[in-house]
């Protein structure tokens, strides 16, 4: 598939510095095609997986944003960072990642669990406090795994 190419490309940042930004943020916003034709996005807290180079999110197994899914799997994913100043000038310098690709819902439990384990990681404050969220929740919650099919980022100049 041909993807548009950034046209601010002077801002565009490296692939590296785009997965920097996954690694560290710590919530995004998933985009996906909704009902009658209209856009639903909604915030969402998320893990980049550098073993299979795949996004993973949780939520309930039922609601709107799984409708979303059944009818296209398609979405975008956006992240930003909270930016930074440069001395002597008031407009922050945020960091932008968007990425396009297909979301799959996992099916195997193990994997699953795996999968929610890394998720809580990244959020808990302790690998604790995640296995008794992990016991308490287990099979009422649901996976996704955005596979990316394209990837920019871009340094923002918000002046």
Known sequence: M???????????ISQEECLEVLRNEKRGV????GENGYPYALPVNFFYDEEDGRIYFHGAKEGAKMDCLQADDRVCFLVYTQGFQKEGDWAYYPTSVIVRGRVSILSDPARIKEQCRKIGLKYYPTEGSV???????EGRFSVLALSVE???GKLVHES
């Open 150 to 152: 394209h990837m920019t």
């Open 131 to 137: 296995e008794k969220v992990l016991r308490d929740t």
């Open 2 to 12: 041909e993807w548009r190419e950034m046209r601010r490309f002077r801002q565009q």
């Open 30 to 33: 998933l985009a996906l095609n």
